[in-house]
């Protein structure tokens, strides 16, 4: 009887002491055309020829948003309630009083949201390039990319990524979106990446390719791989992103997990940006206070991101003890864009 107890006591305890496991192992699905996957598309086509330079003029060419829809909001966040369409003003045609009308309303808070669903192409630059310009000529300092594609041609989403990377961009997959192939160079650039939807790798077809072996093609593949290496270098991602496109067949696709994205550099803020952005706030603002903007960080993330809507009353709480907002950087020190966006109701509400 004593032998049978403390048996039964063990399994107890094991039961008591099991852990789900913390992440699941990295998944390969199958896709189709019918759901709409696009792949990762690599073409041996020079980048358009720039004529005019948008951002010394207001005659802008001609371009439209063919390859997918993009719309134009001036808030931080989507409908609380997923039933609700996202709403915005609809942007197609991207001549320069078309753009500045459907952003004209964001200059009041500072933000504008700009939400993508369709192909990577050059149509995808083009939109990104003029809506960052127009931000800029606007003094709308915070801009957001909503993005849900399946992929597109890889040369593309490294030109749109050159430009998110030197545009200031918080890149977000919704929980409701993908970010597959080829958007996955897209995710790179952001100067923060939020994650809640799917993202996924595959590899890369070759179209217009003359090849007849396995050699010639991998040969072709090379140079376009290298591309793939520099870019992701230089935006703060792991080159392996660019292995697992050349690896994982095409009608597959192998879905990063959240311990993926973090080891890749795809996830959470971008570390060359991360690095960049602390040389030029200690040579603006000096050393201490990039000092106490960590140490407000580390406290954010100790007391706070777990607290969900109650995060943010949290976090400016927390202000005052590493002596925030700074009076000489006002503008640099924490949650200043959601202190000038939580403003902005307030005082609208005392004009009536």
């Known amino acids: 009887m004593h032998a049978l107890r403390v048996f039964l006591f063990t399994l107890f305890l094991v039961a008591c002491n099991a852990q ?23 073409a041996p086509t020079p980048p358009p020829k720039r004529k005019v330079d948008i951002r010394k003029t207001t005659y802008w060419p001609s ?13 931080i966040e989507p409908p609380v ?37 369709g192909r990577i192409a050059g149509d995808l630059t083009t939109l990104i390039e003029r809506v960052a310009n127009m931000s800029t000529r606007m003094g709308i ?8 594609s399946s992929g597109g041609q890889v040369e593309d989403a490294i030109r749109a990524g050159d430009v998110i990377a030197e545009s200031n961009w918080t890149i977000r997959v919704r929980a409701n979106a993908a970010c597959h192939s080829a958007c996955v160079l897209i995710l790179a650039a952001g100067d923060d990446r939020q994650i809640e939807g799917r993202v996924g790798i595959h590899r890369i077809i070759r179209i217009q390719s003359a090849a007849t072996s396995r050699a010639e093609l991998s040969r072709e593949l090379r140079d376009v791989h290298t591309q793939m290496e520099d870019y992701l270098q230089r935006n703060g991602a792991a080159v392996a992103v660019a292995d697992l496109m050349m690896t994982v067949p095409n009608r597959g696709l192998r879905l990063l ?11 959470g803020a971008n570390a060359v940006q991360d690095d960049l952005e602390r040389i030029r ?18 406290a954010f993330d100790r007391e706070c991101t777990q607290r969900d809507e109650a995060g ?25 864009d959601y202190q000038v966006a939580a403003a902005v109701p307030a005082k609208d509400s005392s004009k009536r």
């Open 81 to 117: 309630d997923r039933t609700i369409d996202d709403g915005g003003v609809a942007l197609t045609d991207l001549e320069y009083f078309n753009v500045s009308d459907a952003m004209f309303p964001c200059r009041e808070n500072g933000v504008i949201r700009l939400r993508y669903k």
């Open 312 to 336: 943010d009353a949290c976090g400016f709480a927390l202000l005052p003890r590493f002596g925030f907002p700074d009076k000489k950087c006002k503008a640099e020190s924490p949650l200043a």
């Open 20 to 42: 789900e496991p913390a992440e699941k192992p990295a998944a390969v699905v199958q896709t189709s055309a019918s759901e709409g996957d696009f792949g990762a598309v690599s």
């Open 257 to 267: 997990t959240e311990v993926e994205l973090d080891a890749y550099g795809l996830n």
């Open 63 to 75: 371009a439209e948003v063919t390859s997918g829809s993009a719309t134009i909001s001036c808030d």
């Open 281 to 298: 706030l200690a040579r603006k603002c000096g050393e201490d206070f990039v000092r106490r903007k960590d140490a407000f960080a580390r």
């Open 141 to 148: 300092p915070r801009r957001i990319l909503d993005i849900d």
